[in-house]
């Protein structure tokens, strides 16, 4: 079973910056793909940043240029660096994993989430 811890939200005012952390834990193979989603109340998912079985990292539109997804080499731990945060930043910050397959429909597992507020 895998399991995701994330950490590192909190309240910013516009401009600040925020990092993120995934400890990721259980059965990772090479398949999987990882990865940070967003929820703001009332709106739909938003993938913000992920990265592919080939270590190909993608982002969103609206943080490119903005946030930098990482991992530490063994996968283990999860990043995602905020700067430049925006009041339509403020949501709740999920850290996913699943099969790649799996992952761009609806990943299985992830963290329980942190939130992100970001005042104007």
């Known amino acids: 079973q895998v399991q995701l811890v994330e950490s590192g939200g909190g309240s910013v005012q516009t401009g600040g910056s925020l990092r993120l952390s995934c400890a990721a834990s259980?059965?990772?193979?090479?398949?999987?793909?990882m990865g940070w989603f967003r929820q703001a109340p009332g709106s739909e998912r938003e993938d913000v940043a992920d990265?592919?079985?080939?270590?190909?990292?993608t982002y969103g539109d609206s943080v490119k240029g903005r946030f930098t997804f990482s991992q530490d080499s063994a996968k283990n731990t999860l990043y995602l660096q905020m700067n430049n945060l925006k009041p339509e930043d403020t949501a709740m910050y999920y850290c996913?994993?699943?099969?790649?397959?799996?992952?761009?429909?609806?990943?299985?597992?992830r963290g329980q989430g942190t939130q992100v507020t970001v005042s104007s």
């Open positions: 996913a994993a699943d099969t790649c397959g799996s992952y761009y429909i609806r990943p299985r597992f």
């Open positions: 259980g059965f990772l193979d090479s398949d999987y793909c």
């Open positions: 990265v592919d079985n080939e270590g190909t990292i």
